[in-house]
């Protein structure tokens, strides 16, 4: 089958739109008419570090119509309204367990595209869906299907990125009502973990982050106070004066050493700080764990189900508790190069590509 994909044809270089052939629809698959696909930062990685091997198809937040399923596929039928999120494989211990997003062939699924230039053909797809395309053919794992009455396009993002802050708090740090916790980087996953916050009933949210327009963000979303980072900030210091004791409850969506060692530092005694992304270089203090008693855990995805957790954001948006269309902008399908740019310039929070309006 042809349909339009935006290709990465080299490391680091612009997308460019490709005819380009999809598989046949396999026992176990679904075929998805794109309607919408979230830009994450791992997208970013993706296209400039070498992640995958170009030329490629890179969208993993994708969103859309069942066009066909296969003939082991139950659940899905033509016509259903989906969000697709990470692959997983079903069957090691960890994914038997509830754990898919800790799936032990996570990297093998996930972490690669690319397109075979004798057969101008797909053959792997990233993050098992590659939304950056008219159509995308998934396997039923990765596929949650979503009430109509929620566009389509909005929900697109729901399957990675706002999942993973939202589920880090939710699901891995479960701060009780009336606790403290701040989110350092407050981009699409921070704003989400901030949101969760308040679901959770903390009592003081503390937003960091080094622009003023996702700080102002935050405190519209929940946040009970913000601190702007930079260079020569004490910001453990300023976390200290606001809860007096630091806080039980971190939530680091930065990965940048300089800023994680500043977070260790405020906490409280036996505080949680959680990662969803780490500088390889880090170097962990752990003197300073020790003293305190707390603890650093990083996690995927947010450990979720998505299944489970992704309706349940719907819920929380249709409730509304989680108002993350504020945090989106779209952008015609042909202006991805143009989205990428706006979004790492930080003028833009969550774009969504709409691909078939």
């Not at 004791?245 to 060692?261: K, R």
Request: proline share 4%.
């Amino acid at each position: 089958m042809k349909i339009k994909a935006a290709v990465t044809p080299e490391t680091g270089k612009p997308f460019k739109m490709t005819d380009v052939e999809l598989p046949e629809v396999g026992s176990n698959d679904v075929l998805i008419k794109v309607v919408a696909s979230g830009i994450c930062h791992t997208d970013v990685s993706g296209r400039d570090t070498g992640m995958v091997d170009p030329p490629s198809v890179l969208g993993h937040e994708g969103a859309g119509v069942v066009e066909e399923v296969g003939s082991e596929v139950t659940e899905f039928q033509k016509g259903d309204h989906v969000v697709v999120s990470f692959a997983s494989c079903g069957e090691c211990d960890n994914c038997t367990s509830g754990h898919p997003a800790h799936c032990r062939n996570y990297a093998e699924l996930n972490l690669s595209s690319h397109i075979d230039q004798d057969t101008n053909k797909l053959v792997s797809r990233f993050f098992g869906q590659s939304s950056f395309a008219t159509y995308s053919l998934v396997h039923q794992r990765n596929v949650v299907k979503i009430d109509k009455d929620i566009d389509l396009a909005l929900a697109a993002p729901l399957g990675c990125g706002l999942q993973t802050g939202a589920s880090t708090v939710l699901n891995v740090l479960k701060p009780e009502a009336g606790s403290s916790i701040a989110v350092f980087g407050v981009g699409a996953v921070g704003l989400s973990g901030v949101m969760a916050a308040k679901i959770a009933g903390c009592k003081n949210i503390i937003a960091v982050d080094l622009h003023d327009n996702r700080l102002e963000l935050a405190k519209e979303l929940g946040a009970t106070a913000t601190i702007k980072s930079g260079k020569d900030v004490d910001i453990a210091g300023k976390i200290q004066e606001i809860t007096g004791s630091g806080v039980g409850n971190i939530l680091d969506s930065t990965g940048v050493d300089a800023v994680i060692e500043q977070a260790i530092l405020s906490l409280d005694t036996f505080g949680k700080l959680a990662t969803v992304v780490t500088d390889d270089g880090f170097k962990l203090p752990l003197e300073i764990l020790a003293l305190g008693g707390n603890s650093i855990i990083g996690t995927s995805q947010g450990d979720a189900v998505p299944q489970e957790f992704i309706p349940q954001m719907i819920s929380y948006y249709k409730e509304g508790k989680f108002p993350f269309d504020k945090m989106v902008k779209y952008y015609e399908f042909d202006d991805i190069n143009k989205a990428f740019e706006e979004s790492e310039k930080g003028s833009v929070i969550k774009p969504i590509l709409k691909i078939n309006d």
